[in-house]
Each structure stands twice: as C-alpha cells, then as structure tokens.
C-alpha cells in the first residue's frame, strides 16, 4: 500500500513540475498566488486534509491525494498531461491538466472547473468529482464550509447492542465470542479478546481510519481496576460492529496503544 502510494505522489510530482502552476487554459480560471482556504466535512464530521482545500473563480478544489483518500479511490498520472481517478465503484474518472477537460469512463465532456496544478500538486474540481461519486455537497457561507453528504450507510462504522440482532447473528455471536479475534458474519463484526477469568477485563474501540485498502479499527484492551474486588467467574468481552466495507477493502484491527496487529494466529475474517 505505501509503496503504491509512493509511486503515485512521486508520478504526480513529475507530472506537475512539467506544468505551468498558474496556467489558464481553455477558459480555465487563473490561480492566485494565494488562493483562500474553506473548510470541508463529510456528514457532519470535520476532515482532517493534508493540503488545504481552495477556492479558485467560485469553485472549490481538493487535493487528488485528499479527495481520493476521502472517497475510498485510487489515482495515477496519465501521459504528460492528465491523471485518472478509479472510484470504489469502479467508475473511471479522467481529466486533463489546466483545461476544462474530463471524462466519465471514455466520454470526454467540458465542466465548468477542471483539473489544475498548484504548488506542485493536482487539485480537482470538488462538486463535480463528488457528484459523480453519488454525494451532495453543500456550501455554508456563515461558516465557510464545504458540506459533504453521503448517502445513507456510505462508510458508517457504528457499534450495536446484542439485543439489537437478529436470531442468526445472535446465534453467530454466541459462537464467536469465546475465541479472540475478528469474527465475520456479512456486515457484522465481532471483535473478541477471548476468555477472560473475571469481568474486569474488557475490550473498547477508540477510533477508527479509512484508506483505499482497509479500513483500522483501533481498540484498547482494559485490565481489572487495581484493588476492586471482581466477581471471579469467566466472561467473554467483545464489541459489535455494522459496517459494509467498499469491494477489496479488509478490516484491520489495531492495539490503539502499540499500533500492532492483534489477535495474530487467531481466527480472522
């Protein structure tokens, strides 16, 4: 994954240092020195980019490396000129650089925005890529916010009750849990530490991170408060999760102390 990564920022590079940074092309709006900045959510939740996203002649732009990273895609340079964008669905989206040219699989078309270099890095047209991969986006201007919303289920990671489950999954649960690891049954996860000798061991998620791969689930193991008295009897801690992972996207969890994989050796999904 890094190294594909690697090879795509560095092809990005080459295709951007060979590019006027401040071209206007077939109508294409100017970029300013210093273009200003907007702030951008998904859902109600802030993103947190690594190049800022910019307005430029009313339009918004994203980093490809952002906005790709944002919607579960993937992206390389094409010829000299032009990068191409595989979203999650398969869809291909092309553009050619520092002109109003792109495409929805091989049918070029004019948009009103479209692909520009900018200190030496690609930034797209943020609506029109977003449109194509079936979200909304909204502009708050007593914030100065982009608003991105996605369609119901799209990327929602969320815990369940037991008691929530249908009669096949509690079934499943029941069979799961007692062996530590990742356990899969469709959109439902079981994440299991295994037997435990009293009910002061249990397990947490903390935190969760998205990339084109996989998706990091990070949890904590807790340990028995020092000096309170525990019922000694087994229990089985475990967590429930709902989630519906993009196609060729794993599931990966994570010791949100270490970093490290857990439950090596174990059954996985």
Same mark, same amino acid.
């Given at each position: ?12 590079l ?7 940074v401040t ?19 998904v ?7 690594q ?10 732009y994203m980093?490809i ?5 944002l919607?579960?895609a993937?992206?390389? !340079?094409? #010829?000299?000129? +032009?990068v191409?964008?595989?979203l999650?669905?398969? &869809? /291909?989206?092309s553009f =050619? ?10 049918k ?5 925005a479209?692909?520009i270099s ?12 977003i ?13 100065r916010?982009v ?7 799209y990327?929602q ?6 008691a929530?489950?249908t009669?096949e ?6 069979? !799961?849990k #007692?062996?530590? +690891? ?7 996860? &079981? /994440?299991?530490?295994? =037997? ?5 061991y ?7 991170e ?9 949890v904590?193991l ?6 309170r008295?525990?019922?000694q ?18 599931l ?12 090596e ?5």
């Open positions: 994954m890094r190294g594909k990564k690697a090879i795509a920022c560095l092809l990005g080459q295709l951007v240092a060979a590019l006027p071209a206007a092309v077939s109508g294409q709006a100017k970029v300013p020195a210093n273009p200003p900045t907007v702030q951008v959510t859902n109600g939740h802030v993103t947190q980019l190049k800022p996203s910019i307005i430029i002649g009313g339009s918004t980093a490396e952002d906005l790709t990273h919607l579960h993937k992206w390389q !340079a094409k #010829g000299q000129s +032009g191409e964008v595989t999650r669905t398969g &869809v /291909i989206l =050619q650089l520092n002109t109003k040219r792109a495409a929805v699989g091989d070029w078309t004019e948009i009103g479209g692909a900018h200190n030496k890095q690609v930034y797209l047209p943020l609506r029109w890529v449109e194509q991969a079936g979200h909304e986006l909204k502009w708050n201007s007593q914030t916010t608003e991105i919303v996605a369609p119901e289920g990327d990671f969320k815990q369940v009750d037991f929530s489950l009669q999954e509690k079934d499943f649960v029941q069979k !799961a #007692g062996r530590a +690891g990742v356990h899969q049954l469709g959109d439902l996860y &079981v /994440i299991a530490r295994g =037997q435990s000798p009293n009910p002061g249990g397990i947490e998620v903390v935190g969760t998205w990339s084109w791969e996989q998706l990091k689930v990070y904590r807790t340990k028995p408060e020092p000096g008295m525990y019922a009897v087994i229990s089985y801690p475990y967590v429930l999760v709902k989630v519906k992972l993009p196609p060729y996207t794993t990966v969890v994570l010791d949100a102390d270490t970093q490290q994989p857990l439950f050796g174990a059954e996985g999904i």
